[in-house]
């Protein structure tokens, strides 16, 4: 996946290995959701992988510079 243009290359269908369920836009399975990645998630997922690298930077930038 292109990071900077948000385009993967998706195949059509594709049988999941962890749980053996055939998936529409397979890109991998999360271990941590159980759960396949594919084309009806891929938004909400790329939108939580944001949301976390959001935190996390906010997190960082405040203990470095917010200490008193
Ligand atoms: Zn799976």
Redesign the pocket.
């Known amino acids: 996946m292109c990071a900077f243009s948000l385009q993967f290359s998706i195949k059509p269908v594709q049988v999941?290995?962890?749980?053996n369920?055939n998936?529409l836009g397979f890109d991998h399975?999360c271990p941590s959701f159980e759960?396949?990645i594919g084309q009806k998630n891929h938004l909400m997922f790329m939108i939580l992988i944001i949301g976390f690298l959001a935190v996390e930077a906010t997190y960082t930038i405040c203990s470095t510079y917010c200490e008193q």
Request: aromatic content about 0%.
């Open positions: 999941c290995n962890s749980c369920a998936v399975h759960n396949c």
